[in-house]
Nanobody, 132 residues
Framework: QVHLVESGGGPVQAGGSLRLSCTVS????????MGWFRQVPGEQREGIAA???????SYLDSVKGRFTISQDNAKNTLYLQMDSLKPEDTAMYYC??????????????????????????WGQGTQVTVSS
C-alpha cells in the first residue's frame, strides 16, 4: 500500500524559508512521478512543482525561482525548498505520487483532469502559514 507523509510546514514570516519533506513507502521510490500541490480553503488544489522519474522538473510560474523540488532516493523522500515566501503562499501543501511521465500534467490548471487526480496517491497535507 502506497503511503505518503508530509512534514515541515508551520508559521513563517514573509521573506522566510521552509523545507517540506514527504516520506514515501509501500512502493519502489523513483518508479513514480512526484509532485507538490497546495490548496486554500474554497479553492481548487493546484500543482506547483513536479519531478519525473528521469529527474526532470516542472514549476508553476508563481513559484518558479523561489521553490525547488528535489528528492533523495536513498531516503525515499521528496523535498520542497521554499524561499522568499509570500503571504499568498499560505495553504495546505500536499505531496503526491503518480504514474511515470505524468509530472507535467500534475501542473495542469485546476481543476486537475480527473484521470490525473484519481491516478495519484496523496499525503495528508502540511499547513504553511506566511504572515506579512
Amino acid at each position: 500500500q502506497v503511503h505518503l507523509v508530509e512534514s515541515g510546514g508551520g508559521p513563517v514570516q514573509a521573506g522566510g524559508s521552509l523545507r517540506l519533506s514527504c516520506t514515501v513507502s509501500g512502493y519502489t521510490y523513483n518508479s513514480y512521478s512526484m509532485g507538490w500541490f497546495r490548496q486554500v480553503p474554497g479553492e481548487q488544489r493546484e500543482g506547483i512543482a513536479a519531478i519525473d522519474t528521469d529527474g526532470s522538473t516542472s514549476y508553476l510560474d508563481s513559484v518558479k525561482g523561489r521553490f525547488t523540488i528535489s528528492q533523495d532516493n536513498a531516503k525515499n523522500t521528496l523535498y520542497l525548498q521554499m524561499d522568499s515566501l509570500k503571504p499568498e503562499d499560505t495553504a495546505m501543501y500536499y505531496c503526491a505520487a503518480g504514474p511515470p511521465g505524468t509530472s507535467a500534467r500534475m501542473l495542469s490548471p485546476p481543476p486537475l483532469p480527473p484521470d490525473v487526480f484519481f491516478s495519484l496517491h496523496w499525503g495528508q497535507g502540511t499547513q504553511v502559514t506566511v504572515s506579512s
